[in-house]
């Protein structure tokens, strides 16, 4: 597999004289006004990070959903924000009366030309950036602003792990917004792989670098357990074919049909996540079909925001299963790793890269439903483990908070610069 290059190989010597940096990040998923999610969680943990590094951070919540309508909804998660050195702005809402990618992407354009920013951070999904970076490229602005996606994992990434077709414009919007942008910061290996195995040009600058989560939680991180006892088992995600809920429904039904679910008298058997649709119908509806033919008792939880789903993982007894098909970097595992919470998730994507190497064997399983049932099987009968993060947290945040201090301008083309020259002296005339 190729290795791409870290984010820290690109932090310049002198980057400890450099004053703070006004810093943006554009995201349509923030904790508060979202309740989980691995952006939300990803970019929270970002912002946080830098703004006690001293920065001046703005995060411009792009409220898809329109739960933030309501002003005074905006004051609260804003003073919130506000007592964490965070600056929570919001666009008009006139913005969003065309919510289409690229409609919603000109009006992004629009508020940050006002900003002044030295740096701006967008995820991938969506395109978001798309205006701003194709303007830079033109040279219509942004000249002196640093523009950075993050790929979390594009539209046409998730579609083709929900077994979906994909939307070639969105792929275009946000395939556009990668390949343009100044830099391109993934959390894993995995992804870059994925992209440029399907003809994706990547940016010059592009850098692996594993996201930094809302709270450091380095200290408390405790070491690797085994034999734990498990009462009950927790499908932890979205009730939808990329995560890997159809998996799970299969191998609970082979540990059914050999007799080792009846062997364990109390067993739980519960679904921690929003419901999606499956297969035409509610995803919730689906399992609880599929959940007739257990011998155990199942049941769902899905009003817990992250911070709580978390509290209910760690209580004893609980083994959390994430059997997702495709993953880049998911913090649901890093969070377990952080937490102490024993788990078993599927080898794919980016996964074994957030996990150290000597607990790997112990935590993963291909993914199939035999792999599966023969992992529940084992923990079942010997106990769960949990295990260790391949990089501290606070490693990771040392290079994200030095990396921002003097990340170095982008490189405009000649013909950019050559633009934005001749409409300043038009605008003179």
């Known amino acids: 597999m190729t290795r791409y290059p870290l984010l820290a190989d690109d932090i310049p010597a002198e980057a400890q004289k450099a004053p703070p940096q006004r810093i943006v990040i554009v995201t349509a998923e923030i904790l508060g006004p979202v309740r989980n999610g691995g952006i939300a969680t990803a970019l929270t943990g970002l912002a946080e990070a830098l703004a006690e590094a001293g920065h001046q951070v703005t995060v411009l919540f792009v409220d898809l959903a329109g739960t933030m309508q309501q002003e005074d909804r905006q004051d609260r998660w804003a003073d919130l924000y506000d007592r964490r050195g965070i600056r929570l702005a919001f666009l008009n809402p006139d913005a969003y009366r065309d919510r289409s990618p690229l409609a919603l992407s000109f009006q992004i354009a629009g508020w940050l030309a006002g900003e002044r920013a030295d740096i701006v951070h967008f995820h991938d999904w969506m395109g978001l950036g798309h205006e701003a970076i194709r303007a830079m490229r033109m040279g219509q602005g ?51 792989g994925w992209m440029e195995a399907r003809g994706w040009r990547l940016p010059q600058r592009h850098y692996v670098q594993q996201n930094l989560l809302p709270r450091s939680r380095d200290a408390k991180t405790p070491e690797s357990q085994h034999g734990l006892p498990v009462t009950e088992l927790v499908f932890f995600g979205r009730l939808e074919p990329r995560k890997g809920v159809l998996l799970f429904c299969d191998a609970l039904d082979r ?58 993982l760690a209580a004893p007894g609980r083994l959390a299963i994430m059997p997702s098909l495709i993953e880049n970097s998911p913090c649901t595992v890093l969070e377990c790793l952080l937490d102490g919470i024993p788990f078993l998730a599927a080898d794919v994507g980016g996964v074994a890269e957030l996990i150290a190497p000597e607990d790997r064997e112990r935590l993963l399983f291909a993914p199939s439903a035999d792999a599966l049932a023969a992992a529940l099987t084992d923990r079942l009968e010997n106990g769960a483990a949990t295990g260790r993060p391949a990089i501290a947290q606070e490693a990771v945040r040392r290079v994200w908070t030095n990396w921002h201090i003097q990340p170095g301008r982008p490189r405009q083309s000649l013909l950019a610069q050559l633009l934005l020259r001749l409409r300043k002296l038009l605008k003179r005339k």
């Open 142 to 192: 942004f000249v002196d602003t640093l523009l950075v996606v993050g790929a979390h994992g594009p539209s046409a990434w998730a579609a083709e792990g929900n077994g979906l077709p994909d939307d070639p414009e969105q792929e275009h919007i946000e395939r556009y917004a990668i390949e343009q942008a100044d830099v391109l910061i993934t959390p894993s290996q995995y992804l870059l």
């Open 255 to 312: 540990l059914t049909a050999n007799g080792i679910l009846t062997r364990h008298d109390g067993l739980k058997i519960t679904f921690l996540g929003k419901s999606t649709p499956i297969e035409g119908r509610d995803g919730r509806g689906y399992v609880a079909a599929r959940a007739a033919g257990w011998p155990v008792e199942t049941s769902f939880v899905s009003d817990l925001d992250s911070t709580d789903a978390l509290a209910y």
